[in-house]
């Protein structure tokens, strides 16, 4: 295959750090796809993996590319790959280790990619797979949720946060949560209620809520406490050595570590199709123009993603 554009990186560090650049595009392995891009979707977990904060996971080789959410077209399967084939519009996301979506072209494994919902753009779709996947495991799968119970999303209005509250409320649960004073008319329009500033007194909601999701990670473990109701459940997704310790232990906190799975990413999609799941984006700039955006993205957090396109 003759060489594609992507933004990589040589070393560990700042958003200076990155380069658009020609690389060759490996073919796809044994359970893999390769896949023209056509958008990719910036996350948090990407300044993580870039600045060296999660190398014990993605490992010390470079190049390497940046970037896990996207969406396009297959050009290519491995073998073993029956369920997609050559021209599918899909949206998925690269492993962990290998990353490299905001490219021309990235190759996946097959089941951590699945269907595009047609009514769906390509911005549209490439902004689900990280969050959606997060939430939908969190709420749901992690946190058993059933209708007629109840939720605390701690940060509701953050990708993952946006997230839960929408697989909840579909879910027949209601749905409380934290924001900005200035973010309240957008999570009351999401139907969130009831709502709160971050530095809130968590005894004024003692005991109502059967899910208590932090996605932010800044919730004290007191507070978390006192808003489950008994045999209630509280998940982190921002991992620390002492949140793991807690996790292991008897009781109700939990963290999760989202993975791929065919029957959750699909299950996000399908929502999405739906107009059940919906992420705004704050964004859209061609990849010739990604790297000064991701730099003004991580310097000045917004609301709604930033999607990089390539045609």
């Known amino acids: 295959m003759t060489p594609a554009k992507r933004i990589q990186y040589h070393e560990y560090g700042g958003p200076e750090v990155l380069r658009l650049e020609d690389f060759q595009p490996a073919p796809p392995g044994p359970g893999e796809v390769q896949v023209r891009v056509k958008a990719a979707a910036a996350n948090p977990m990407d300044r993580k993996i870039r600045s060296g904060e999660m190398k014990l996971l993605t490992g010390r080789k470079f190049p390497r590319g940046l970037g896990h959410d996207f969406a396009g077209v297959v050009i290519a399967v491995g073998d073993g790959v029956t369920r997609l084939g050559v021209g599918d519009e899909v949206l998925g996301?690269?492993?962990?280790?290998?990353?490299?979506?905001?490219?021309?072209?990235?190759?996946?494994?097959?089941?951590?990619?699945?269907?595009?919902p047609a009514?769906?753009?390509?911005?549209?779709?490439?902004?689900?797979?990280?969050?959606?996947?997060?939430?939908?495991?969190?709420?749901?799968?992690l946190g058993r949720l059933r209708a007629g119970q109840a939720v605390f999303i701690h940060g509701c209005l953050g990708g993952v946060g946006r997230s839960a509250a929408q697989i909840a409320l579909a879910h027949g649960a209601s749905v409380g949560g934290s924001c900005r004073d200035t973010a309240v008319p957008e999570a009351r329009d999401l139907g969130i209620s009831p709502i709160v500033d971050f530095d809130f007194d968590a005894a004024k909601l003692a005991k109502r809520f059967d899910v208590v999701f932090d996605t932010a990670g800044t919730l004290p473990v007191r507070a978390a406490r006192t808003l489950l109701k008994p045999g209630g459940r509280a998940i982190d997704i921002n991992p620390t050595p002492a949140k793991f310790v807690r996790s292991a232990l008897p009781g109700p906190?939990?963290?999760?570590?989202?993975?791929?799975?065919?029957?959750?990413?699909?299950?996000?999609?399908?929502?999405a199709g739906k107009g059940i799941l919906r992420l705004p984006v704050a964004r859209s700039v061609p990849l010739g123009e990604a790297i000064a955006a991701l730099t003004d993205f991580e310097r000045s957090p917004r609301r709604g993603k930033l999607v990089i396109t390539t045609s």
Do not use: C
Not at 96 to 116: I, P, Q, S, T
Not at 119 to 141: D, I, K, M, R, Y
């Open 253 to 271: 906190f939990r963290v999760l570590v989202s993975k791929a799975t065919l029957a959750d990413l699909d299950a996000v999609a399908q929502a």
């Open 119 to 141: 009514n769906l753009s390509w911005e549209e779709a490439a902004a689900l797979p990280v969050v959606g996947l997060t939430a939908f495991q969190a709420v749901v799968n």
């Open 93 to 116: 996301g690269a492993s962990l280790r290998a990353a490299g979506a905001f490219a021309e072209v990235v190759v996946a494994e097959e089941n951590a990619v699945v269907a595009k």
